[in-house]
């Protein structure tokens, strides 16, 4: 299983970001997956995720965040909008045991 996470950069505040984590492997539309951040000198928190037909989302980001999954693709999608600089981090995909090399957003004008 590898997983392989992309489209962090800089965003302005009150900015939309689409995180995007490429499996292979694993079906993203049957396995259970996770979007994680972590930013500096925090520990990893966990943002949001996929569990059979439920998606559910972390209070931190309830609101402004939509997860989903293309199974055409076989990829997980984050969309975090009016972003603010605490969504400073990186973003990691994960499943399981196995996690993604994560992602860098930097939220900042």
């Known amino acids: 299983v590898q997983l392989q996470a992309s489209g962090g950069g800089l965003v302005q505040p009150g900015g939309s970001l689409k995180l995007s984590c490429a499996a292979s492997?694993?079906?993203?539309?049957?396995?259970?997956m996770n979007w994680y951040r972590q930013a500096p000198g925090k520990q990893r928190d966990w943002v949001a995720g996929?569990?059979?037909?439920?998606?559910r989302i972390a209070d931190s980001v309830t609101g402004r965040a939509t997860v989903s999954r293309d199974v055409n693709k076989n990829t997980l999608n984050l969309d975090i909008s009016r972003m603010t600089p605490e969504d400073t981090a990186v973003y990691y995909c994960?499943?399981?045991?196995?996690w993604g090399q994560g992602t860098q957003v930097t939220v900042s004008s």
């Open positions: 492997g694993i079906s993203v539309g049957s396995a259970a």
């Open positions: 994960n499943s399981g045991n196995t």
């Open positions: 996929v569990f059979g037909f439920s998606t």
